[in-house]
């Protein structure tokens, strides 16, 4: 059996329903950096498959179109990134939970990067993020019982801390 670590499988369905059969047809595409162990994955509106790994600290995109992989960041951690959203201007933005506790956004048409940093006792590692309609990013904080936004203006950051340390985000 081929193991898949280091693999995203997409599945183009091309299924017939007769009666209760299904038929799928499947192709893997193997990612650059071998092992790297993918984690999220979000598909733009231009149909570009992107996703963080959990080891070798890599955003990446797929196109399915050309069947090409282009890795665009790579962290300063063996943590992994984690979380994996678009803005409105098709920024792709993701957290590095690593030893910097960072939110990372990257511009793909000009491939620069730009890191919020930030420092709060005790509160984990970012993860789950997800904008509002507004455009901030919110986002939690993982064994750290908070919820932390940044505001769309200036991404300032704003944190709501729960009161029980014993119920997570």
Known sequence: M???????ILTLAASTMLASEISLD?????LPTRGS?????????NGVVWHTTRRRSVVGAFDP???????FVRGDSAFGFHGLTADKNGDIWYSN?????????LNPLTGRK????FNIAGAG????????????LWFTLANGNTV???RSANRSLCVFQRRNQYTPP
């Open 2 to 8: 081929r193991s898949i670590l280091g693999s995203i």
């Open 26 to 30: 499947t192709e893997e595409f193997v």
């Open 37 to 45: 162990m993918p984690h999220d994955l979000l598909i733009d509106g």
């Open 65 to 71: 179109t050309t069947g090409k992989f282009e890795e």
């Open 97 to 105: 939970p690593g030893f910097s506790n960072s939110i990372g956004k």
């Open 114 to 117: 730009k890191t919020f940093a």
């Open 125 to 136: 590692w970012p993860e789950a993020l997800v904008f509002d309609d507004s455009g901030n």
């Open 148 to 150: 932390g936004a940044t």
